[in-house]
């Protein structure tokens, strides 16, 4: 450091210091200042404490000054003096970052002092715990000799390592997803994936009687053709869960085109540029919101060859199918869904050419909505639209009047609004029930013939199972749905009954196929093995004096040998010729039978047979 200027002049030349003082190279006054700011700057020193003023509760007097103030009045120099607070300044403000650093770092060391021992303390009562568990299970091994200290921490490891590995397992694996932690699939074969599953008994008793045309629904749809598939979709039954079905999750040769953020899919035929599905999902409501029986029929062959000439439509089969759920549950979803906006405005009601005026069909609300509404004041509407909504929807309204309801008494109405109902739905294509997802699936496969690409998923959680009500509600809604109620119960014995009989058939069809395959078999089979020994006989005649083979020791290999070859034909059925090569074969290579007469070609046409048959 320089010396001032005023220093310099005075003192001449530099002092030499001591040899045990140590060496000083600025003037004396101002030493003994810089002296005293750093007194001042160390913490708990009289100088700090005297600038800091007096003690708490002590005024301060006239003449009580602090001491360091007085090296800066003895100052000569203007520059020293305005250095002096400065300086003062920089090391407080130095001080005060080294504290705040300092009880930062208490902090941090506290904390972890204290996790350090939390789990010391955790980790020594665990030790206890488990001890006292060992020694309550290996008590009676306690006479044979005590458990050494790595025989502890041996256990103590595995059982940590036990607790470990279930908590991955919790993780990796939750709830009844993982299919390691069912029993059933070590203790039972795979379940039926058709059981009932609406957790009734698997045996169904019918209360109906069908003929074999209501229960056998095969439909011969030719998705190349002009046949076409309509969707009648009833609010509340899953049948936005079906649609979606409809269009993204059927095998095709040309699947639907569904790109996101669109709601409808583009389902052309192979090879035209025209639909073969009328649904939400691929045409949209193109006769009206949530349109019904009466609707459909009318509308659909006009939507689809409206912009033809009549003399050059096609002859085209409208194939109905529609869905239907419990009516208590539908009433209560379609409730939920009217309490968070849903009103239905959209729909046309159309019937015999005309929507319905506001006397025939008035509403249950006077603002823009029903939202919120409860459901005592939704069951109180005399025209709640939901109030037998799926007879409604799927009989023919035009016998009745369609909404005016002056044109015949009431229960004549509700008599034929059922009948009709029931008449349509057991002559639709198809038909499905929401409580019976799988079944579904099933029937609508084997009715057109069209498979889908991951099976269906019941749903028993639903809105409407969220809602608590009382017996006297539900027999109220009963009440008000009872033509619902008993379409229900007719729909499900006939849905029910279907299935059986697909089922019954399909096991029939497999069991007819294979007696089928033993009995050609076994002749064709008899037939190669007795041409074998006839030629073996000519070729040997001095060798085989008799004339009749043993009958009995032909039969012996025959049992013993069919049962072989029947087991194998499956696993060589991809490496034989189909029977078209064998005859070409046979045509070109006349005598090659006679020479190679074994087995292996009744074998061939035997499996080109089965594989005809498939």
Request: positive net charge.
């Amino acid at each position: 450091m320089a010396l001032p200027a005023c220093a310099a002049r005075a003192l001449g030349p530099p002092l030499q210091p001591e040899r045990e003082a140590p060496a000083r190279t600025t003037c004396p006054r101002r030493h003994s200042r810089v002296e005293a700011e750093l007194a001042a700057s160390r913490p708990g020193s009289v100088a700090a404490s005297v600038r800091a003023g007096p003690p708490r509760g002590v005024s301060r007097g006239f003449n009580s000054q602090p001491l360091l103030d007085e090296p800066l009045k003895a100052s000569s120099s203007l520059a020293g003096a305005a250095r002096a607070p400065l300086f003062a300044l920089l090391a407080r403000g130095r001080r005060r970052r080294m504290h705040d650093l300092r009880r930062r770092w208490d902090l941090g060391s506290l904390c972890r002092a204290l996790l350090t021992r939390g789990l010391a303390a955790l980790g020594h009562s665990l030790k206890h715990v488990l001890g006292a568990i060992f020694s309550k299970i290996f008590g009676p091994l306690a006479s044979v000799g005590n458990m050494d200290e790595k025989s502890n921490k041996l256990l103590l490891a595995l059982v940590m390592l036990f607790l470990f590995a279930v908590i991955v397992l919790q993780y990796v694996c939750p709830g009844t997803e993982c299919q390691l932690l069912r029993l059933q699939a070590f203790s039972s074969p795979m379940p039926d994936p058709y059981r009932s599953e609406d957790e009734s008994s698997a045996r169904f008793v019918p209360r109906y009687n069908f003929s074999r045309g209501d229960l056998l629904r095969k439909v011969d749809f030719d998705i190349k053709g002009d046949d076409l598939i309509v969707f009648l979709h009833i609010q509340k039954t899953g049948g936005t869960t079906f649609g979606r079905h409809l269009v993204r999750n059927i095998q095709l040769e040309q699947p639907c085109e569904c790109r996101v953020g669109q709601k409808k899919c583009t389902c052309h035929r192979p090879g035209k540029r025209e639909t073969w599905l009328f649904s939400r999902f691929s045409t949209g409501w193109s006769c009206g919101l949530h349109a019904d029986w009466t609707e459909l029929t009318s509308c659909v062959p006009a939507v689809v060859d409206g912009k033809r000439d009549a003399r050059l439509r096609p002859s085209r089969n409208f194939h109905y199918i529609t869905i239907l759920r419990d009516p208590v549950s539908r009433y209560l979803s379609e409730w939920r869904h009217v309490q968070r906006g849903a009103t239905w405005k959209a729909s046309l009601h159309v019937c015999d050419g005309r929507p319905p005026t506001s006397e025939e069909l008035p509403s249950c609300y006077t603002g823009d909505d029903w939202s919120g509404c409860p459901l005592k004041e939704f069951m109180d509407c005399p025209y709640n639209l939901a109030n037998n909504r799926q007879v409604r929807m799927l009989s023919d309204l035009t016998l009745v009047g369609c909404y005016n309801l002056s044109v015949m008494p009431e229960k004549q109405r509700n008599k034929v609004l059922l009948e009709s109902a029931k008449s349509n739905l057991k002559h639709m294509a198809f038909f499905g029930l929401t409580e019976f997802q799988r079944k579904t699936q099933y029937l609508f496969e084997k009715t057109f013939n069209m498979n889908f690409i991951s099976p269906f998923t019941q749903y028993n959680t639903t809105r409407a199972s969220s809602v608590e009500i009382n017996e006297e509600i539900q027999k109220r809604i009963e009440g008000l749905n009872f033509l619902d109620m008993e379409l229900y119960s007719y729909a499900k014995d006939l849905f029910l009954q279907r299935y059986q009989f697909m089922r019954q058939k399909e096991h029939q069809e497999a069991r007819r196929k294979r007696q089928e395959q033993r009995k050609f078999l076994k002749g064709r089979f008899l037939q190669t093995h007795f041409q074998s020994q006839s030629q073996g006989q000519s070729q040997n005649p001095s060798q085989n004096p008799s004339p009749t083979p043993n009958l009995n020791a032909n039969q012996n290999v025959t049992q013993n040998l069919i049962p072989n070859l029947i087991q194998n034909l499956t696993q060589s059925s991809g490496q034989n010729p189909s029977p078209k090569e064998n005859r070409e074969s046979q045509k070109q290579n006349p005598g090659q039978e006679q020479s190679d007469g074994n087995t292996s070609n009744g074998t061939h046409d035997y499996i080109g047979s089965v594989e005809k048959w498939r």
